[in-house]
């Protein structure tokens, strides 16, 4: 079935610098990549999303690339402020109508 | 997602016991789902809705059950066959339920067996 890694489980970054969470998966026929955020506490929001007609996609100090023939896809947080401390959950379509998410990188600014 | 809600926030439960969670939303949502979040294992979906008075099993639904009578809402029963019940549950709901839509989620209920 489907399967989607994500790594690493645990992130801690210095504020300022660059964060970066990978997901690989097994199955090909996915088309779409979404990103969540889950603030302590607070349910689980989109905050990028990607389709696999495209190789990166920007907005702000979020991004996230895709590489289909590798079968991975990486959120990519720069300048990274305290706010950004949450658990980020990766997910994939794999064309059965739902999603599967990834376990989860929680990820620590250090001031 | 201020138009998803779930109740109760915290709910108890004593061994062999069923409980219902209840999931609402205003959103004109056609598609719900409910997911069960553990540590360290990201969030598993339970069951899932694209239109009324149809559901469909996700990838552990044994020991649960839901129904869909209504657009707005669609509760989850844990039964007492589900063996490990204490977690955090999610409901999510999206416009059309195919899978590239956004799924906006609920509060969450925190299920704790006693």
């Known amino acids: 079935g489907e399967n989607v890694e994500q790594h690493p489980s645990t992130l801690s970054v210095q504020e300022g610098d660059s964060a970066v969470i990978k997901c690989t998966y097994s199955d090909s026929a996915s088309n779409y990549f979404p990103w969540y955020k889950q603030e302590l506490g607070k349910r689980p929001q989109l905050i990028i999303d990607?389709?696999?007609?495209?190789g990166e996609k920007k907005d702000q100090r979020i991004a996230v690339t895709l590489n289909k023939t590798a079968k991975h896809f990486s959120l990519h947080i720069t300048e990274t402020q305290p706010e950004d401390s949450a658990v980020y959950f990766c997910?994939?379509?794999?064309?059965?109508?739902?999603?599967?998410f990834g376990t989860g990188t929680r990820l620590t600014i250090i001031p | 997602d201020g138009g998803i809600t779930q109740s109760p926030k915290y709910l108890f439960r004593k061994e062999g016991q069923n409980v219902t969670l209840s999931c609402e939303q205003n959103?004109?949502?056609?598609?719900m789902y409910w997911y069960r979040q553990d540590p360290g294992q990201g969030l598993r979906l339970i069951y899932y809705s694209q239109i009324v008075n149809d559901f469909q099993k996700g990838d552990i639904a044994e020991g649960y059950s839901v129904s869909r009578e209504k657009k707005e809402s669609f509760p989850l029963t844990v039964t007492s066959a589900q063996k490990n019940p204490t977690a955090f549950y999610l409901c999510?709901?999206?416009?059309?339920?195919?899978?590239?839509?956004?799924?906006?989620f609920g509060p969450g209920t925190r299920l704790t067996v006693l």
């Open positions: 999510a709901s999206s416009v059309d339920g195919i899978s590239t839509d956004t799924q906006y």
């Open positions: 959103l004109n949502h056609d598609a």
């Open positions: 997910a994939g379509d794999f064309g059965n109508e739902k999603l599967t």
């Open positions: 990607i389709r696999s007609n495209v």
